[in-house]
């Protein structure tokens, strides 16, 4: 044998070894293949008769059914959303002469588009044609009894009554309750089999998505006999489920109504009204709002479109997630920082000219000729703004950003709404992070009167408030007073470690900004004794004025209405022991005083006419889901779709 | 120098190549398919829509793909063997590094037109790579430990990429593809019995790594009475659809399990189920004995062909495709635990048709150009 193997030796080698090795394969392959035929025998000759037993007791299905979902209330248990019977017309194709005519003969009875009926035929030819087709559901009463009457001469076409989530309220309580719809592709990913059943809605914003596991409840089930071919035959048992709980809001609906109302003069404004002690929020309302019911009933795309370019946001909650500079009404926070800090004390005065410098630049005061010698309580009265530019550089932007955050600024409050945002508190930190820069003392000047960086939501205004007026306790603003039975309201809240003779001098400002000669809301003063409140106003600037076109007679309320200044104020009464807080924002409102003070006072007074924190909430009697046992069970089973995607879960149990 | 002494059909003409098409493995092809078509039909209670039709079509879109592979010169194939794989494994990294940047767990590329699944796409692309490295290798080479260790990688990077994503089906069909095409080069056997034995060992150890769900999978598995109401369902369900339709079945759209929706996923996984309710013992060997004629009609192509490279690459992908039909049908008879891994050329599902019949088309290439002079390298 040659010492090295000729290549024609290695390829025969090689390709022998290839062959045996494939052989080997192939085996195992023939080997694997009788196994599987071996284990089929077996199933269907030895244990057939054990398996047919079985598989004819699988007759039995299991469908889900849909609970009703939670009420939501007021304090009151006015109905805030709740579920409507929603009649739909269904028809079974087989049952029909002809489908296509069958619908013609509807469409002459009810609304319905051919686009509908085309979209109907095509749905048809996918589908088994004895499943039912939802025709069309949100029949009015109208349709209902229309097509009732001519049901003898429309086989295969029937009434099927289901529930639609309403809200009665419509765009007074949108913001707050949201809306419902049908789960998309990420709402999946949650186990709950009760979003397979077709149709199903969960909540998609605001509190509806906040409390959606607890309004939506629990499954119930009905077994259904069917007969060899699917069809189903009878329901032999129903179990209705666990309708969702009802939630009962801190809200007070008439003063909610108003509130809205009120604020429905100005293009885009928002306000709150909380209680300063347990953080119960009686109204919120953002303007412009929607109607969330065209979000349950159907919605166009030209509605949609309409909702997004229509100025003013109305899907938007500005309350919660509408961020401004809080201009004066933060001056209250920084007299604070000065006062714990003990840079100044009550008597500390400073001379406002009109201005103050820090090195070449000027900083004006709003009021040209100067305030004179003023103190704090002063200062905050008249709204002095070099008082606060005297004292920004001593409390410094770190020192004012932890004084803010106290009072809730630049963070979640957990209020129970998906918009709600943070805002911003700027320090040297975040300003190296963001921008890269180093911090300028002119931009502490600023600051101190709430300008700036700063941002806030008319919610962080009211909670800042709040917290001031309550003695110093870390309130939190809340919307759910129960949840089921469950008590969820607080009524403890940590204290903030401030002194109360500190938060009496600021307190003492807030009084005199409205009940005393040159305060500047005198105007909106309340005189129904007993009811007075302390407030502030804020002018936050959209756009800087400048010295020359002050020179040239621009006036802020001349110029275009995206650039006027917002209208800031916020207010607190009863004055000797405060029990509400309240804030308002006003976009573009042009000035705090004029704007938004009254609009403020009107709300104050609404509410302590209301007085909703001396009646408590409770779980309204009758509030119960709809009755639904007089309801018959619905007549076919209504799958949507194809029966691929009806939910079953295992039926009968066979013994195993 | 030559050991084939002629190559008379390295350059053969449009014609004569269309002639050479294995028109048996063609038509067997057709007859699985057309059980896929008839079982969806069915699976939608007597309708084409909605899974028949479409899957006709990709059939048909399908089957002039394999032909125009199987036309194209085998050295094509041959010297691009590397290219392709270094793209799918591009692609691969490109699936990857995407779902980690926060686009969630995806297994594909969206071209627009078509979604692209690398790991399908790469089944076929370690085979074809591994043809080729092992295309002129001597039995002397494949001793040396040193030789192996490219090929080796050439498994096991993907199938790390795959497994991650994580999809253990399709990296374990990767895996065992890949060791099927070594052991046929001719690796020594040992390898297998350390790889088999290693991996025994090693079970605890994959066990604790394992994904919540994966587990429950196997507990299921191993006993699927412990939770009838729940995971055990799917298999015990599918279990009594074969076990109650006997030997001449319920009849073509009787099968009260697969309509009365007992039966889950009876379009795609648990399809043989529904096929054999219908028609019985025999409808069940008829198909298992297309499919071993399936396995038969490649093997003897790829025995038939004169270069290495023809002969792995056709035997590969034959033990690719039968072991998606083995362990498809062993899953939903209760044999295996419920992996998701579909019965090739029944199951609806577009991407897996479409990699199948340019497996097949690889394969009718390797018997067309059977006597082709492949360079040594």
């Known amino acids: ?656 | 120098m030559s050991s084939f002494s002629f190559d008379v059909q390295s350059n053969m003409t449009f014609a004569q190549k269309f002639q050479q098409i294995s028109w048996g493995l063609v038509f067997l092809i057709c007859m699985v398919a057309s059980v896929g078509f008839l079982a969806l039909y069915s699976a939608a209670g007597g309708n084409l829509e909605p899974w028949a039709s479409k899957q006709m079509v990709r059939f048909g879109v399908g089957l002039v793909g394999m032909f125009i592979i199987a036309m194209i010169d085998i050295r094509l194939w041959h010297r691009f063997a590397y290219g392709i794989y270094a793209i799918g494994f591009i692609l691969l990294v490109i699936v990857e590094v995407m779902g980690k940047i926060g686009m969630g767990a995806q297994r594909w590329i969206d071209l627009g037109f078509i979604q692209l699944q690398p790991s399908e796409f790469m089944k076929i692309a370690v085979i074809m790579a591994l043809a080729r490295y092992f295309h002129a290798a001597t039995l002397e080479d494949m001793r040396r430990i040193f030789f192996l260790i490219p090929p080796a990688l050439i498994i096991l990077a993907p199938v790390g990429l795959v497994m991650v994503q994580p999809d253990l089906g399709t990296g374990g069909m990767i895996l065992m593809g890949g060791a099927a095409v070594v052991f046929l080069a001719g690796a020594p056997v040992w390898i297998f019995i350390t790889g088999i034995v290693g991996g025994i060992a090693s079970l605890p150890v994959a066990w604790m790594v394992l994904h919540e769900y994966q587990r429950e999978r196997v507990r299921t598995f191993l006993n699927p009475e412990h939770d009838p109401m729940g995971a055990g369902y799917h298999i015990i369900q599918s279990k009594i659809a074969l076990g109650s339709a006997g030997i001449e079945g319920k009849g073509f759209l009787k099968g009260s399990q697969a309509h009365l929706n007992f039966l889950p996923e009876k379009q795609t996984d648990f399809i043989f189920t529904l096929w054999a309710e219908e028609w019985g013992l025999m409808g069940g060997v008829f198909l298992l004995a297309l499919m071993a004629l399936i396995f038969a009609y490649c093997g003897w192509i790829s025995l038939r062909c004169r270069h290495g490279f023809g002969r792995l690459l056709a035997f590969g992908l034959m033990v690719n495709f039968s072991l998606y039909a083995l362990i498809n049908i062993a899953m939903v008879m209760g044999l295996l635990p419920v992996v998701g891994i579909p019965l090739p050329l029944i199951s609806y599902g577009g991407t897996a048709m479409l990699s199948l019949l340019t497996g097949f088309g690889l394969i009718m290439s390797c018997n067309i150009h059977r006597d082709s002079k492949l360079p040594r390298m």
Not at chain 1, 192 to 201: A, C, S
Not at chain 1, 526 to 533: A, P
């Open chain 1, 1 to 656: 044998m040659a010492k090295k193997k000729s290549s024609f030796d290695r390829d025969k080698d090689r390709s022998l070894s290839f062959t045996r090795r494939a052989i080997v394969l192939g085996a195992l392959q023939a080997t694997a293949l009788t196994a599987l035929g071996a284990r089929l025998a077996w199933l269907q000759i030895v244990d057939g008769h054990r398996y047919k037993t079985m598989s004819e007791n699988n007759r039995i299905n299991v469908k889900l059914l849909a609970p009703s979902r939670g009420l939501i209330v007021d304090r009151y248990g006015v109905q805030i959303a709740v579920n409507n019977q929603n009649f739909r017309v269904m028809v079974i194709p087989e049952q029909t002469h002809n489908l296509e005519n069958a619908l013609l003969g509807l469409q002459k009875l009810i609304t319905l588009s051919d686009n509908q009926v085309q979209a109907l035929m095509k749905q048809a030819k996918k589908s088994p044609k004895f499943a039912p087709l939802v025709v069309r559901d949100n029949l009015t009463w109208d349709e209902v009894a229309t097509v009732e009457v001519n049901l003898p001469d429309l086989p295969g076409v029937s009434i099927d009554v289901g529930e639609i989530r309403s809200y009665p309220m419509d765009a007074a309580t949108a913001h707050l309750v949201g809306y419902v719809g049908a789960a998309n592709k990420g709402e999946l990913e949650d186990k709950d089999p009760l979003l397979k059943i077709p149709g199903f809605k969960v909540g998609k914003t605001a509190l509806e998505k906040i409390y959606d596991k607890e309004l939506r409840g629990k499954a119930g089930a009905a077994e259904i006999e069917v007969n060899v071919v699917g069809r189903e035959v009878r329901e032999l048992s129903r179990r209705p489920g666990e309708p969702g709980q009802d939630l009962v809001l801190t809200i007070d609906s008439e003063l909610q109504k108003y509130v809205q109302s009120r604020l429905s003069d100005s293009r885009s404004a928002s306000a709150v009204v909380m209680d300063v002690h347990t953080g119960g929020v009686y109204a919120m309302a953002s303007v412009p709002s929607f109607d969330p019911n065209i979000f349950t009933r159907g919605l166009t795309p030209e509605k949609w479109e309409e909702l997004l370019s229509t100025e003013g946001h109305p899907l938007n909650n500005k309350a919660v997630g509408g961020l401004y500079p809080p201009g004066s009404t933060f001056k209250m926070v920084t007299a604070m920082a000065a006062l714990e800090l003990g840079i100044i004390n009550e008597n500390t005065s400073f001379f406002c000219p009109g201005h103050f410098s820090l090195g070449d630049t000027k900083f004006h005061c709003w009021k040209a000729h100067g305030h004179g010698r003023v103190n704090v309580v002063q200062a905050l009265a008249q709204s002095c703004d070099t008082f606060f530019y005297n004292i920004a550089i001593d409390i410094g932007v770190d020192r004012l950003a932890e004084m803010s955050k106290r009072f809730g600024f630049g963070q979640i409050l957990g209020i129970e709404l998906t918009e709600e945002r943070a805002g911003l508190v700027p320090t040297r930190d975040w300003k190296r992070g963001a921008m890269n820069k180093p911090w300028y003392p002119g931009e502490s000047v600023v600051g101190s009167i709430g300008q700036g960086y700063i941002q806030t939501t008319p919610l962080q205004l009211a909670v800042m408030t709040a917290r001031l007026v309550n003695g110093g306790k870390e309130v939190k603003p809340r919307l759910a007073e129960y949840m089921g039975p469950t008590k969820r309201i607080q009524t403890v809240w940590p204290d903030l470690g401030l002194k109360a003779r500190n938060l009496d001098i600021v307190m003492r400002g807030m009084e005199n900004v409205v009940n005393q000669p040159g305060g500047t809301a005198l105007g909106s003063k309340i005189t129904i004794e007993g009811q007075e409140m302390g407030g502030k106003t804020g002018t936050a600037q959209v756009k800087r004025i400048t010295a020359d076109e002050r020179a040239r007679g621009v006036r802020n309320e001349t110029l275009p209405w995206h650039l006027r200044h917002h209208a800031l104020f916020v207010c607190y009464a009863p004055i000797h022991a405060p029990r509400y807080a309240c804030a308002v924002v006003v976009e573009h409102g042009v000035g705090g005083s004029s704007t938004a003070a009254p609009i403020g006072r009107d709300i104050m007074i609404m509410t302590q006419q209301r007085a909703p924190a001396l009646k408590d909430a409770h779980i309204p009697e009758g509030v119960a889901p709809i009755d639904k046992s007089n309801i018959p069970p619905r007549k076919p089973q209504v799958p949507e779709k194809i029966p691929d995607d009806d939910v079953i879960v295992p039926g009968k149990k066979t013994e195993l």
